[in-house]
């Protein structure tokens, strides 16, 4: 069994990651280390923050390590909250309050059309940073519907769903989601690369 660290102290972000992960490759993350801190995401692009959050993983576990971005983009606000998506409505905004603050910019408009972008960043494994990402093309909805999830799920209904991600289930997101296409990318270079 291979220790690898994600940097990330989201359960819920783990736990999806775990799932999907090869067998022998066991994740710790971030709230298994007691000095990490949430690194900085100054990135101006996906990419970019993934990489930053990946190699301050990696020095303080001294592991493996790797990390997702992962941006909400909606047409209809020219791609906002884009790269920003996390921090929203605010440095101390939760979930909730970024949702408030989608459903209020997008009030009376009828073009709702979004995508999610993951880009996960993988650095420790080769002698530079490997990419991998995932796309999920859908809609916004006029309000939260679903319990599962986290993030904006409970807004995001996946094209060809009537259902938000957060109705859809667990393994029915893994299958269909941006992380999950960004995984199926680094489970099929990880099957290649790491033996």
């Known amino acids: 069994m291979k220790n690898w660290i994600m940097a990330s102290f ?24 007691p000095q990490a801190v949430s690194p900085e995401e100054s990135g101006d692009t996906l990419a970019e923050n993934a990489e930053l959050k ?32 996390a921090r929203y409505a605010g440095l101390t905004a939760n979930h909730s309050d970024n949702i408030l603050k989608l459903l209020n ?58 259902q938000t991600l957060a109705e859809v289930g667990a393994e029915v997101k893994n299958q269909i989601s941006h992380r999950g296409n960004a995984m199926k990318e680094f489970q099929n270079w990880l099957s290649k690369n790491v033996r």
């Open 105 to 162: 910019a997008l009030q009376g408009r009828t073009d709702r059309q979004a995508r999610f972008e993951t880009v996960l960043c993988l650095v420790g494994v080769m002698p530079e940073p490997v990419f991998f990402s995932g796309i999920l093309k859908g809609t916004i909805a006029s309000e939260p519907k679903g319990s599962g999830g986290f993030g904006y799920d409970s807004v995001f209904i996946p094209e060809g769903f009537t």
């Open 10 to 33: 989201n359960p819920g972000k783990i736990a999806e990651f775990q799932a999907l992960m090869p067998q022998d490759i066991h994740l710790i993350s971030l709230k298994d280390i």
């Open 54 to 85: 990946a190699n301050y993983a990696a020095q303080l576990a001294g592991l493996p390590a790797f990390a997702d971005d992962t941006g909400l983009m909606v047409d209809a606000l020219n791609g906002a909250p884009g790269v920003h998506s």
